[in-house]
């Protein structure tokens, strides 16, 4: 990891291969924009980029994420998408820009609705005006199923009505429209993938957790697993190696642009989630049933079809295999020096 402060502006530049570069048998690796490089989804492209040989730029405020997560062969930059500055000076010399950086969840938003707007929709358009300057023709935007609010119809396709019931919904929402209004106003082709639950390595307990974090934690602990309801409400786990897949995808496939649902098409209960994280980890903990949680969803499932034929996604990893690979990580992580945020 190369590691400079937002203002310096000292780093040796590498330009993406032009075509005189190739003729000339000098061919630089296409050098991509990674926001929220640090955190969990983000840190698994960078991984995918850097291995397919492209050059890395991560930006991230390490708010949520973490450092351990940043890859040595990636450059750093430690700073925030809200600033207009900061965001244009990391996107300079890239091709594409993969935008992560947000503040994540409900519950977070729900108690820091200015904070989620600012990092989410105004880092968007710190993004998409970077981009706009240096004639990055494509962003490629995490967006989120939280966009959909209750749910109508199963499965969830584009077109499902829009009705986001928590500010994250909305900020996010927000957010995408304003990637297809640039693709309306400039030469851009934007996407944004609506991701489903992602869950896979590097993806770490805190206070505002998603549930196969928060059970691997008790598990490891050998303390009971708390389900909210009787369990039988669904989920669609889209593994976070699929996840990186459709983002490389998304920033490659020539003439791609719009919204895409992104899970893995099929769907489990939380009950058969517990008792296949209790068999992955071979330990047997408890489970206890707490009353429902007010805005959760009883089911959720996404229609993959429009990634499956324009961005040729295929959802590789099956739950089980992707639980067991998850088990391995975190156990691992946890008898480790922990990450230091
Ligand atoms: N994990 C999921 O299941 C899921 C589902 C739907 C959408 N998403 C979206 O995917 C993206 C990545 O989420 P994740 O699960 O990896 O979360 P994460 O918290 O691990 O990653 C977010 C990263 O962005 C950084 N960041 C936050 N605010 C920033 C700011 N203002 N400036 C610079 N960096 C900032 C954090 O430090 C962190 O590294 C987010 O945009 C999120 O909304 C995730």
Known sequence: ?????????????????????IQMGWVMPERILVTGGAGFIGSNIVQRLLSRGSAVVI??????????????????????????????????????????AASVGNKRSIDNPASDAASNLI?????????????IHRVVLSSSAGIFGELKTLPISEDHPQDPDSPYGVSKLAAEKMCLAYNKLYDMRNVCLRYFNVYGPHQRYDAYGNV??????????????TIYGDGEQTRDFVNVRDVAAANLSAAFTQGAQ???????GTRVTIN???????GV????????YSAPRKGDVRDSLADISKAGRILDFVPRTGLEEGLAEYWGWFVHDRTNPPCRI
């Open 258 to 264: 719009g919204v895409f649902n992104l899970g893995s």
């Open 123 to 135: 880092g968007t358009i710190n993004v998409l005006e970077a981009a706009r300057k240096e004639q």
């Open 281 to 288: 980890s071979g330990r047997d903990v408890p489970i206890e």
């Open 212 to 225: 196969i974090p928060i059970f691997a934690t008790r598990i490891f602990q050998r303390d009971p697993i």
């Open 59 to 100: 930006l991230d405020d390490l708010s949520s994420g973490c450092a351990q997560n940043i890859d040595k062969d990636a450059e750093f930059i430690l700073g925030d998408v809200r600033d207009a500055e900061t965001v244009s000076k990391a996107a300079e010399n890239c091709s594409v820009i993969l935008h992560l």
């Open 272 to 278: 058969d989630l517990a008792r296949l994280m209790t």
């Open 1 to 21: 990891m190369s590691l400079r402060g937002c203002g310096s502006a000292d780093a040796m530049r590498q330009k993406p291969a032009s075509p005189q570069h």
